[in-house]
Protein backbone atom coordinates (compact mmCIF):
# COMPACT_ATOMS: atom_id res chain seq x y z
CA UNK A 1 0.00 0.00 0.00
CA UNK A 2 1.22 3.58 -0.59
CA UNK A 3 1.18 5.70 2.15
CA UNK A 4 2.17 9.60 1.47
CA UNK A 5 4.59 10.56 3.68
CA UNK A 6 5.51 10.40 7.62
CA UNK A 7 2.21 12.96 9.43
CA UNK A 8 0.55 10.77 12.25
CA UNK A 9 -2.09 8.33 11.31
CA UNK A 10 -4.27 9.21 14.03
CA UNK A 11 -6.35 12.77 13.80
CA UNK A 12 -5.01 14.89 16.04
CA UNK A 13 -8.42 16.82 16.67
CA UNK A 14 -11.77 15.47 15.85
CA UNK A 15 -15.03 17.36 15.02
CA UNK A 16 -16.96 14.74 16.88
CA UNK A 17 -16.59 11.46 19.05
CA UNK A 18 -19.16 9.33 19.54
CA UNK A 19 -19.02 6.59 22.65
CA UNK A 20 -21.86 4.52 21.41
CA UNK A 21 -20.38 1.08 19.96
CA UNK A 22 -23.53 -0.11 18.36
CA UNK A 23 -22.90 2.92 16.00
CA UNK A 24 -22.93 2.65 12.29
CA UNK A 25 -19.47 3.10 10.95
CA UNK A 26 -19.25 3.86 7.27
CA UNK A 27 -16.61 4.20 4.42
CA UNK A 28 -17.78 6.11 1.53
CA UNK A 29 -16.40 6.25 -1.93
CA UNK A 30 -17.25 8.77 -3.82
CA UNK A 31 -17.60 11.37 -1.08
CA UNK A 32 -17.61 14.76 -3.12
CA UNK A 33 -20.69 13.71 -5.48
CA UNK A 34 -23.79 14.06 -5.93
CA UNK A 35 -24.72 10.85 -4.01
CA UNK A 36 -21.42 11.35 -1.70
CA UNK A 37 -22.68 14.77 -0.43
CA UNK A 38 -26.54 13.59 0.46
CA UNK A 39 -25.30 10.68 2.21
CA UNK A 40 -22.77 13.01 4.52
CA UNK A 41 -26.06 15.50 5.09
CA UNK A 42 -28.34 12.75 6.46
CA UNK A 43 -25.10 11.48 8.73
CA UNK A 44 -24.26 14.92 9.84
CA UNK A 45 -28.15 14.60 10.98
CA UNK A 46 -27.50 11.77 12.91
CA UNK A 47 -24.36 11.80 14.55
CA UNK A 48 -25.23 9.85 17.38
CA UNK A 49 -26.14 6.51 15.55
CA UNK A 50 -23.90 7.19 12.08
CA UNK A 51 -20.18 7.71 11.94
CA UNK A 52 -17.77 8.17 9.08
CA UNK A 53 -14.59 6.58 9.48
CA UNK A 54 -12.95 6.65 6.24
CA UNK A 55 -13.76 8.80 2.80
CA UNK A 56 -12.40 8.48 -0.71
CA UNK A 57 -13.07 11.06 -3.61
CA UNK A 58 -11.54 12.19 -7.13
CA UNK A 59 -9.26 14.67 -7.81
CA UNK A 60 -11.75 17.23 -8.90
CA UNK A 61 -13.33 18.83 -5.65
CA UNK A 62 -10.30 18.29 -2.67
CA UNK A 63 -11.75 21.87 -1.40
CA UNK A 64 -15.01 20.09 -0.57
CA UNK A 65 -13.26 17.25 0.83
CA UNK A 66 -10.91 18.74 3.07
CA UNK A 67 -13.98 20.19 4.66
CA UNK A 68 -15.52 16.78 4.77
CA UNK A 69 -12.47 15.88 6.63
CA UNK A 70 -12.77 18.75 9.28
CA UNK A 71 -16.42 17.75 9.68
CA UNK A 72 -16.40 14.07 10.03
CA UNK A 73 -12.78 13.23 10.98
CA UNK A 74 -12.51 9.92 9.29
CA UNK A 75 -9.54 7.60 9.68
CA UNK A 76 -8.07 7.47 6.04
CA UNK A 77 -8.84 9.00 3.01
CA UNK A 78 -7.74 8.42 -0.77
CA UNK A 79 -7.31 10.53 -3.89
CA UNK A 80 -6.48 9.43 -7.21
CA UNK A 81 -2.64 10.38 -7.15
CA UNK A 82 0.25 11.99 -5.09
CA UNK A 83 -0.14 15.60 -7.00
CA UNK A 84 -4.35 15.43 -5.24
CA UNK A 85 -2.98 14.04 -2.16
CA UNK A 86 0.04 17.08 -2.35
CA UNK A 87 -2.64 19.66 -2.78
CA UNK A 88 -5.24 18.19 0.04
CA UNK A 89 -2.77 18.17 2.57
CA UNK A 90 -1.88 21.70 1.28
CA UNK A 91 -5.69 22.56 2.01
CA UNK A 92 -5.71 21.08 5.69
CA UNK A 93 -2.37 22.38 6.61
CA UNK A 94 -4.22 25.65 8.23
CA UNK A 95 -6.13 23.21 10.49
CA UNK A 96 -5.07 20.93 13.56
CA UNK A 97 -6.10 18.03 11.90
CA UNK A 98 -3.85 15.69 10.42
CA UNK A 99 -3.83 12.15 8.71
CA UNK A 100 -2.00 10.39 6.11
CA UNK A 101 -3.76 10.62 2.32
CA UNK A 102 -3.55 6.88 0.65
CA UNK A 103 -3.47 7.24 -3.06
CA UNK A 104 -4.48 5.30 -6.16
CA UNK A 105 -6.47 2.02 -6.50
CA UNK A 106 -4.59 1.01 -3.48
CA UNK A 107 -5.99 3.62 -1.47
CA UNK A 108 -9.12 3.36 -2.70
CA UNK A 109 -9.39 -0.41 -1.79
CA UNK A 110 -8.01 0.38 1.21
CA UNK A 111 -10.62 2.61 2.38
CA UNK A 112 -13.34 0.34 0.99
CA UNK A 113 -11.96 -2.45 3.54
CA UNK A 114 -11.12 -0.28 6.09
CA UNK A 115 -11.12 -2.36 9.28
CA UNK A 116 -13.97 -0.44 11.45
CA UNK A 117 -16.39 -0.01 9.26
CA UNK A 118 -18.83 -2.19 9.02
CA UNK A 119 -21.12 -0.55 5.38
CA UNK A 120 -19.16 0.52 2.48
CA UNK A 121 -21.50 3.59 0.82
CA UNK A 122 -20.26 3.06 -3.29
CA UNK A 123 -20.96 6.41 -4.56
CA UNK A 124 -18.48 6.35 -6.87
CA UNK A 125 -19.38 6.62 -10.60
CA UNK A 126 -18.48 4.11 -13.28
CA UNK A 127 -16.49 0.99 -13.68
CA UNK A 128 -13.42 2.37 -11.09
CA UNK A 129 -16.20 0.90 -8.49
CA UNK A 130 -15.98 -2.86 -9.12
CA UNK A 131 -12.52 -3.70 -7.64
CA UNK A 132 -13.01 -1.33 -4.59
CA UNK A 133 -16.58 -3.20 -4.19
CA UNK A 134 -15.25 -6.73 -5.25
CA UNK A 135 -12.64 -6.06 -2.31
CA UNK A 136 -15.22 -4.88 0.44
CA UNK A 137 -17.51 -8.12 -0.10
CA UNK A 138 -14.25 -10.24 0.00
CA UNK A 139 -13.82 -8.60 3.87
CA UNK A 140 -17.67 -9.37 4.46
CA UNK A 141 -18.25 -5.57 4.46
CA UNK A 142 -22.24 -4.67 3.34
CA UNK A 143 -22.83 -2.13 0.72
CA UNK A 144 -25.15 0.20 0.32
CA UNK A 145 -24.75 0.55 -3.54
CA UNK A 146 -25.07 3.55 -5.54
CA UNK A 147 -22.81 2.64 -8.35
CA UNK A 148 -24.69 0.56 -10.45
CA UNK A 149 -22.32 0.89 -13.19
CA UNK A 150 -20.44 -2.14 -10.64
CA UNK A 151 -23.78 -4.43 -10.94
CA UNK A 152 -24.19 -3.97 -14.66
CA UNK A 153 -20.55 -4.74 -15.60
CA UNK A 154 -19.62 -7.47 -12.99
CA UNK A 155 -23.14 -8.25 -11.90
CA UNK A 156 -22.88 -12.64 -11.60
CA UNK A 157 -19.52 -11.96 -10.30
CA UNK A 158 -20.83 -9.57 -7.68
CA UNK A 159 -23.62 -11.69 -6.64
CA UNK A 160 -22.22 -15.34 -6.22
CA UNK A 161 -19.23 -13.63 -4.19
CA UNK A 162 -22.17 -11.96 -1.70
CA UNK A 163 -23.90 -15.64 -1.77
CA UNK A 164 -20.54 -17.03 -0.66
CA UNK A 165 -19.33 -14.13 2.30
CA UNK A 166 -23.21 -14.30 3.43
CA UNK A 167 -22.98 -10.17 2.91
CA UNK A 168 -25.85 -8.00 1.76
CA UNK A 169 -25.89 -5.61 -1.29
CA UNK A 170 -28.52 -3.06 -0.24
CA UNK A 171 -29.66 -0.62 -2.99
CA UNK A 172 -29.22 3.67 -3.06
CA UNK A 173 -30.94 3.81 -6.43
CA UNK A 174 -34.09 5.05 -6.09
CA UNK A 175 -36.19 2.46 -8.10
CA UNK A 176 -34.23 -0.69 -6.62
CA UNK A 177 -34.47 0.78 -2.90
CA UNK A 178 -38.64 0.93 -3.92
CA UNK A 179 -38.50 -3.14 -4.98
CA UNK A 180 -36.27 -3.84 -1.91
CA UNK A 181 -39.06 -2.07 0.32
CA UNK A 182 -41.68 -3.30 -1.56
CA UNK A 183 -40.06 -6.92 -1.49
CA UNK A 184 -40.13 -7.43 2.04
CA UNK A 185 -41.12 -10.77 3.28
CA UNK A 186 -42.20 -12.44 -0.02
CA UNK A 187 -40.30 -14.72 -2.02
CA UNK A 188 -38.88 -14.13 -5.71
CA UNK A 189 -41.44 -16.74 -6.86
CA UNK A 190 -44.40 -15.32 -5.85
CA UNK A 191 -43.64 -11.88 -8.42
CA UNK A 192 -45.01 -11.55 -11.73
CA UNK A 193 -43.11 -8.22 -12.48
CA UNK A 194 -40.51 -5.56 -11.76
CA UNK A 195 -41.49 -2.51 -12.80
CA UNK A 196 -38.98 0.13 -12.89
CA UNK A 197 -39.97 3.94 -12.63
CA UNK A 198 -39.04 7.11 -15.02
CA UNK A 199 -39.09 10.04 -15.51
CA UNK A 200 -38.69 10.32 -19.10
CA UNK A 201 -35.62 12.56 -18.76
CA UNK A 202 -35.46 16.01 -20.25
CA UNK A 203 -36.64 15.19 -23.54
CA UNK A 204 -40.03 13.07 -22.47
CA UNK A 205 -41.78 15.68 -24.63
CA UNK A 206 -39.55 16.70 -27.13
CA UNK A 207 -39.79 14.93 -31.51
CA UNK A 208 -36.98 13.66 -32.79
CA UNK A 209 -35.67 16.32 -34.31
CA UNK A 210 -35.32 18.38 -31.34
CA UNK A 211 -33.84 15.42 -29.54
CA UNK A 212 -31.57 14.83 -32.39
CA UNK A 213 -30.39 17.92 -31.68
CA UNK A 214 -29.98 18.42 -28.07
CA UNK A 215 -27.11 20.53 -26.68
CA UNK A 216 -24.96 19.26 -24.12
CA UNK A 217 -26.69 22.07 -21.84
CA UNK A 218 -30.40 20.45 -23.12
CA UNK A 219 -29.21 17.32 -21.61
CA UNK A 220 -27.68 18.58 -17.93
CA UNK A 221 -31.74 20.32 -17.45
CA UNK A 222 -33.32 17.10 -15.97
CA UNK A 223 -36.79 17.57 -14.95
CA UNK A 224 -36.98 16.15 -11.28
CA UNK A 225 -33.07 15.06 -10.39
CA UNK A 226 -29.87 17.36 -9.69
CA UNK A 227 -26.94 14.56 -10.20
CA UNK A 228 -23.77 14.16 -11.27
CA UNK A 229 -23.46 14.75 -15.41
CA UNK A 230 -22.78 11.22 -16.33
CA UNK A 231 -25.87 9.85 -14.98
CA UNK A 232 -27.88 12.75 -15.77
CA UNK A 233 -26.90 12.24 -19.68
CA UNK A 234 -27.66 8.81 -18.98
CA UNK A 235 -31.43 9.67 -17.87
CA UNK A 236 -31.81 12.33 -21.18
CA UNK A 237 -31.06 8.74 -23.37
CA UNK A 238 -32.82 6.30 -21.08
CA UNK A 239 -29.46 4.34 -21.29
CA UNK A 240 -29.83 4.74 -17.09
CA UNK A 241 -33.44 2.93 -17.01
CA UNK A 242 -31.56 0.23 -19.42
CA UNK A 243 -28.55 0.38 -17.33
CA UNK A 244 -31.15 -0.32 -13.75
CA UNK A 245 -32.92 -3.18 -16.01
CA UNK A 246 -29.37 -4.93 -15.70
CA UNK A 247 -28.77 -3.92 -11.84
CA UNK A 248 -32.78 -5.54 -11.19
CA UNK A 249 -31.50 -8.10 -12.55
CA UNK A 250 -28.94 -9.20 -10.83
CA UNK A 251 -29.74 -7.74 -7.50
CA UNK A 252 -32.85 -9.41 -7.12
CA UNK A 253 -31.94 -12.56 -8.84
CA UNK A 254 -35.06 -12.04 -11.75
CA UNK A 255 -35.50 -12.51 -15.00
CA UNK A 256 -34.69 -9.59 -17.14
CA UNK A 257 -37.54 -10.20 -19.43
CA UNK A 258 -40.07 -9.90 -16.79
CA UNK A 259 -38.60 -6.41 -15.89
CA UNK A 260 -40.53 -3.82 -16.76
CA UNK A 261 -40.29 -0.10 -17.40
CA UNK A 262 -43.01 2.70 -16.83
CA UNK A 263 -42.57 6.37 -17.10
CA UNK A 264 -43.67 8.50 -13.89
CA UNK A 265 -42.91 11.73 -15.15
CA UNK A 266 -43.90 13.17 -11.04
CA UNK A 267 -41.25 10.39 -9.97
CA UNK A 268 -43.33 10.03 -6.93
CA UNK A 269 -43.88 6.31 -7.43
CA UNK A 270 -40.21 5.24 -7.15
CA UNK A 271 -41.07 1.51 -8.62
CA UNK A 272 -43.40 -1.48 -7.93
CA UNK A 273 -43.90 -4.87 -7.90
CA UNK A 274 -46.60 -6.96 -9.16
CA UNK A 275 -47.11 -9.99 -7.80
CA UNK A 276 -48.80 -13.25 -8.54
CA UNK A 277 -52.04 -12.65 -7.50
CA UNK A 278 -52.54 -9.18 -9.69
CA UNK A 279 -51.92 -7.22 -6.74
CA UNK A 280 -48.80 -4.48 -6.89
CA UNK A 281 -47.00 -3.08 -4.22
CA UNK A 282 -45.42 0.71 -4.85
CA UNK A 283 -42.97 2.91 -3.20
CA UNK A 284 -43.77 6.46 -2.90
CA UNK A 285 -41.96 9.36 -2.03
CA UNK A 286 -41.01 12.85 -3.05
CA UNK A 287 -38.11 12.45 -5.40
CA UNK A 288 -35.15 13.34 -3.30
CA UNK A 289 -32.37 10.75 -2.81
CA UNK A 290 -31.99 11.48 0.87
CA UNK A 291 -34.73 9.02 1.24
CA UNK A 292 -33.32 6.49 -0.37
CA UNK A 293 -29.73 7.10 1.13
CA UNK A 294 -31.35 6.99 4.58
CA UNK A 295 -33.04 3.47 4.27
CA UNK A 296 -29.74 2.21 3.13
CA UNK A 297 -27.68 3.48 5.61
CA UNK A 298 -30.18 2.38 8.64
CA UNK A 299 -31.43 -1.31 6.99
CA UNK A 300 -32.84 -3.50 8.58
CA UNK A 301 -34.27 -0.45 10.76
CA UNK A 302 -36.02 2.23 10.06
CA UNK A 303 -34.84 5.42 11.95
CA UNK A 304 -36.88 9.08 11.90
CA UNK A 305 -35.71 11.46 9.77
CA UNK A 306 -37.20 14.87 11.65
CA UNK A 307 -36.22 17.00 8.31
CA UNK A 308 -36.47 14.60 5.68
CA UNK A 309 -38.57 15.14 2.93
CA UNK A 310 -42.65 14.67 3.31
CA UNK A 311 -44.82 13.33 1.03
CA UNK A 312 -48.56 14.73 1.62
CA UNK A 313 -50.85 12.83 -0.76
CA UNK A 314 -53.43 15.29 -0.23
CA UNK A 315 -51.27 17.62 -2.31
CA UNK A 316 -50.81 15.19 -5.16
CA UNK A 317 -52.83 16.57 -8.07
CA UNK A 318 -52.27 13.35 -10.21
CA UNK A 319 -50.10 10.83 -11.38
CA UNK A 320 -49.43 9.74 -14.91
CA UNK A 321 -48.05 6.96 -16.45
CA UNK A 322 -46.76 6.82 -19.76
CA UNK A 323 -44.91 3.70 -21.57
CA UNK A 324 -41.63 4.36 -22.83
CA UNK A 325 -40.95 5.52 -26.86
CA UNK A 326 -38.04 3.05 -27.96
CA UNK A 327 -38.19 4.91 -31.16
CA UNK A 328 -36.89 8.20 -29.72
CA UNK A 329 -34.79 6.33 -27.13
CA UNK A 330 -33.39 3.78 -28.58
CA UNK A 331 -30.71 3.20 -25.76
CA UNK A 332 -33.05 2.09 -23.45
CA UNK A 333 -34.31 -0.59 -26.63
CA UNK A 334 -30.14 -1.66 -26.66
CA UNK A 335 -29.59 -2.05 -22.77
CA UNK A 336 -32.89 -4.39 -22.62
CA UNK A 337 -31.79 -6.46 -25.23
CA UNK A 338 -28.24 -6.68 -23.56
CA UNK A 339 -29.53 -7.38 -20.17
CA UNK A 340 -31.14 -10.44 -21.36
CA UNK A 341 -27.55 -11.85 -21.77
CA UNK A 342 -25.32 -13.31 -18.88
CA UNK A 343 -21.98 -12.27 -20.85
CA UNK A 344 -19.44 -9.95 -21.28
CA UNK A 345 -21.71 -7.76 -23.52
CA UNK A 346 -23.13 -5.68 -20.39
CA UNK A 347 -19.70 -4.68 -19.56
CA UNK A 348 -19.09 -3.67 -22.88
CA UNK A 349 -22.19 -1.98 -23.24
CA UNK A 350 -21.02 0.11 -19.71
CA UNK A 351 -17.52 0.88 -20.54
CA UNK A 352 -18.33 2.07 -24.48
CA UNK A 353 -21.21 4.30 -22.77
CA UNK A 354 -19.06 5.89 -20.23
CA UNK A 355 -16.77 6.52 -23.29
CA UNK A 356 -19.09 8.14 -25.46
CA UNK A 357 -21.29 10.34 -22.46
CA UNK A 358 -17.64 11.78 -22.24
CA UNK A 359 -17.51 12.73 -25.70
CA UNK A 360 -21.14 13.92 -25.78
CA UNK A 361 -20.23 16.17 -22.69
CA UNK A 362 -17.16 17.58 -24.07
CA UNK A 363 -19.05 18.20 -27.31
CA UNK A 364 -17.23 16.20 -29.97
CA UNK A 365 -20.52 14.16 -30.67
CA UNK A 366 -23.78 15.13 -31.51
CA UNK A 367 -26.87 13.58 -28.62
CA UNK A 368 -27.51 11.42 -31.75
CA UNK A 369 -24.12 9.78 -31.65
CA UNK A 370 -24.37 8.15 -28.71
CA UNK A 371 -26.69 5.06 -29.38
CA UNK A 372 -25.12 5.17 -33.10
CA UNK A 373 -21.55 4.38 -31.84
CA UNK A 374 -22.58 1.88 -28.83
CA UNK A 375 -24.29 -0.16 -31.26
CA UNK A 376 -21.20 -0.22 -33.69
CA UNK A 377 -19.00 -1.36 -30.36
CA UNK A 378 -21.46 -3.99 -29.17
CA UNK A 379 -21.80 -5.39 -33.11
CA UNK A 380 -18.02 -5.91 -32.88
CA UNK A 381 -18.19 -7.15 -29.35
CA UNK A 382 -17.47 -11.21 -29.47
CA UNK A 383 -19.12 -12.00 -26.22
CA UNK A 384 -17.89 -14.48 -23.48
CA UNK A 385 -20.50 -16.12 -21.49
CA UNK A 386 -20.90 -16.49 -17.83
CA UNK A 387 -17.54 -14.26 -17.48
CA UNK A 388 -14.74 -14.39 -14.50
CA UNK A 389 -13.51 -10.87 -13.52
CA UNK A 390 -10.67 -11.37 -15.90
CA UNK A 391 -12.98 -11.67 -18.78
CA UNK A 392 -14.57 -8.64 -17.46
CA UNK A 393 -11.56 -6.56 -16.71
CA UNK A 394 -10.91 -7.76 -20.26
CA UNK A 395 -13.96 -6.58 -22.04
CA UNK A 396 -13.37 -3.17 -20.23
CA UNK A 397 -10.12 -2.31 -21.69
CA UNK A 398 -11.36 -3.53 -25.13
CA UNK A 399 -14.69 -1.28 -25.09
CA UNK A 400 -13.21 1.72 -24.04
CA UNK A 401 -10.55 1.13 -26.97
CA UNK A 402 -12.94 0.22 -29.66
CA UNK A 403 -15.52 3.36 -28.81
CA UNK A 404 -12.43 5.54 -28.75
CA UNK A 405 -11.46 4.18 -32.29
CA UNK A 406 -15.50 4.54 -33.50
CA UNK A 407 -15.62 8.17 -32.40
CA UNK A 408 -12.40 9.37 -33.69
CA UNK A 409 -13.99 7.98 -37.12
CA UNK A 410 -16.70 9.56 -36.44
CA UNK A 411 -15.66 13.09 -36.21
N1 LIG B 1 -26.86 11.34 -8.26
C1 LIG B 1 -27.95 10.63 -8.11
O1 LIG B 1 -29.01 11.14 -7.76
C2 LIG B 1 -27.89 9.13 -8.33
C3 LIG B 1 -29.08 8.40 -8.25
C4 LIG B 1 -29.01 7.02 -8.40
C5 LIG B 1 -27.79 6.39 -8.65
N2 LIG B 1 -26.65 7.14 -8.76
C6 LIG B 1 -25.39 6.47 -9.05
O2 LIG B 1 -24.47 6.83 -8.02
C7 LIG B 1 -23.15 6.93 -8.56
C8 LIG B 1 -22.61 8.32 -8.28
O3 LIG B 1 -23.40 9.26 -8.98
P1 LIG B 1 -23.26 10.83 -8.72
O4 LIG B 1 -24.35 11.47 -9.46
O5 LIG B 1 -23.12 11.07 -7.26
O6 LIG B 1 -21.86 11.12 -9.45
P2 LIG B 1 -20.92 12.40 -9.29
O7 LIG B 1 -21.68 13.55 -8.75
O8 LIG B 1 -20.23 12.53 -10.60
O9 LIG B 1 -19.87 11.94 -8.16
C9 LIG B 1 -18.94 10.90 -8.36
C10 LIG B 1 -18.00 10.82 -7.17
O10 LIG B 1 -16.99 9.83 -7.45
C11 LIG B 1 -15.69 10.44 -7.36
N3 LIG B 1 -14.79 9.72 -8.27
C12 LIG B 1 -14.85 9.66 -9.59
N4 LIG B 1 -13.86 8.88 -10.05
C13 LIG B 1 -13.16 8.47 -8.97
C14 LIG B 1 -12.00 7.65 -8.77
N5 LIG B 1 -11.36 7.08 -9.80
N6 LIG B 1 -11.56 7.45 -7.49
C15 LIG B 1 -12.21 7.99 -6.44
N7 LIG B 1 -13.32 8.76 -6.57
C16 LIG B 1 -13.77 9.00 -7.82
C17 LIG B 1 -15.93 11.88 -7.71
O11 LIG B 1 -14.87 12.71 -7.27
P3 LIG B 1 -14.69 14.21 -7.86
O12 LIG B 1 -15.57 15.10 -7.03
O13 LIG B 1 -13.26 14.52 -7.67
O14 LIG B 1 -15.08 14.17 -9.31
C18 LIG B 1 -17.21 12.11 -6.90
O15 LIG B 1 -16.91 12.17 -5.54
C19 LIG B 1 -23.27 6.62 -10.06
O16 LIG B 1 -22.99 5.27 -10.30
C20 LIG B 1 -24.75 6.90 -10.36
O17 LIG B 1 -25.24 6.12 -11.43
C21 LIG B 1 -26.69 8.49 -8.60
Not at 29 to 52: C, F, N, P, W, Y
Not at 221 to 227: A, E
Not at 377 to 389: E, I, M, Q, Y
Request: hydrophobic share 45%.
Amino acid sequence: MKWLSGLPIRLVNRAYSPSNENMKKIAIIGSTGSIGRQALEVIGAHRDKLKVVALAAGKNSLDELAQQINVFAPDIVSVPNGQAAGDLRALLNNTKIKLDILVGEEGLEAVATHSESNLLLTAIVGFAGVKPTLAAIKKGKTIALANKETLVAAGSIIMSLVKEKGTKIIPVDSEHSAIHQCLSGYAISDIRHLWLTGSGGPFRTWNQKQIDNATVKDALQHPNWSMGKKITVDSATLMNKGLEIIEARWLFDFDPRKIKVVIQPQQILHSAVEFCDGSIIGQFGLPDMKLPIHYALFYPHRAEFADGPRLNLCELNSLTFETPDYDRFPCLKIAQEVAKEDSTAACVLNSANEIIVEAFLQERIRFKDIPVSLMRVLDKHNRVASPDLEDILEADLWARDEAAAILKAMV
